[in-house]
């Protein structure tokens, strides 16, 4: 009951039993949830500190939920009021805030390897990376992976779309790199300009075009056109974007009449997704925000290694 490693830095770094061990601990926690009173003792006196240098919504918000209804404290560190903010380094808060013996520090930060440099500082505190820069958010992919299992029941063999702003996605990259490992056939569509190559080499196919990535979806993964990291201009228009990369109902009719709609968040409505289809028939993007919680549960109790004896 416990994960290969004693961080979770990245889905790369995660073996095939690590990834079915978190889902699995994800779906017993789920029920949790759903109780009128929603907390267990499981974590009691551990501490977790969200170390956020981004603004979040859903990633920040979840693993505050997820501590405290497993009982552990929670504690959201606020960048722009603290020594930050008087010129702090990453390194130098890292060490301040571990000689508090935090059980968990879960960091996004706008650098790609700022998790991996916080943990090596942190001993013993387990750092969870919950988004560094372009590089991966590996939370967001088990969440997506848990609500693509609740639907089909299998990833293997499925087709999935992962269409938008892939360069500046590290959404995207966690999702090729665990998606590919567990058996799916993954292919990321957007702008030429909007691709990198490397995409590739993680075992994804590429496309230009909606409807070559659409025919055949089981598994639709819409992605943020990410307007605060681009530097330059990567497509004319949104009117263009949206009318050769966003999803509408024409463009749904190319995959599979089973298939389901993903976003991780925050949707800009009429850019990459026409808001009818946010909130219709083949949408599942609460429930990823709903399992985003179960599978953050999972790895605040897994990486903890509390015992067998504390489990739901
Ligand atoms: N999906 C996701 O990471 O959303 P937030 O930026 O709101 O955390």
Same mark, same amino acid.
Do not use: D, M, Q
């Given at each position: 009951m416990a994960l290969s490693g004693k961080h979770l830095l990245g889905i790369e770094e995660l073996t095939l039993g690590d990834i079915d061990l978190i889902l699995k601990t994800s779906r017993s926690f789920r029920e949790i949830s759903t109780? +009128?009173?929603?907390? $267990? +003792?499981?974590?009691?006196g551990k501490s977790i500190i969200n170390l956020f240098f981004e603004p979040s919504t859903r990633t920040r918000s979840s693993f505050e939920i997820a501590a405290k209804r497993l009982g552990a404290d929670a504690i959201n560190f606020s960048v722009s009021t603290s020594s930050v903010s008087k010129g702090e380094t990453l390194i130098d808060t890292g060490k301040n805030l571990k000689s508090m013996n935090p059980d968990i520090i879960a960091i996004r930060h706008p650098c790609a390897g700022a998790p991996q440099l916080l943990a090596r500082y942190c001993e013993p505190t387990c750092v969870v990376n919950a988004g560094d820069g372009l590089h991966e958010h590996p939370t967001q992919a088990l969440l997506d992976a848990l609500t693509i299992l609740d639907h089909k029941k299998r990833i293997e063999g499925l087709n999935v779309a992962i269409i938008g702003d892939?360069?500046?996605s590290r959404v995207a990259r966690s999702n090729v790199l665990l998606l590919t490992k567990l058996g799916a056939n993954v292919t990321v569509c957007g702008p030429p300009t909007l691709i990198p190559l490397e995409f590739e080499r993680y075992g994804a196919r590429v496309s230009f075009h909606m409807e070559e990535a659409l025919r055949g979806a089981d598994v639709i993964m819409m992605l943020r056109t990410q307007r605060e990291r681009q530097?330059? $201009?990567?497509? +004319?228009s949104v009117k263009e974007y949206f009318t050769l990369y966003g999803l509408d109902a024409r463009k749904m009719?190319?995959?599979?009449?089973s298939a389901i709609i993903m976003h991780p968040g925050p949707i800009n409505r009429g850019v990459e997704i026409d808001p009818k289809l946010a909130e219709?028939?083949?949408?599942v993007i609460f429930e990823q925000v709903t399992n985003g919680v179960a599978v953050r549960m999972a790895v605040l109790y897994l990486l903890l290694g509390v015992g067998e004896e504390t489990a739901p």
């Open positions: 109780r +009128p009173i929603k907390k $267990v +003792p499981t974590l009691r892939i360069t500046h530097r330059e $201009v990567f497509f +004319p009719k190319w995959a599979r009449r219709g028939e083949y949408s």
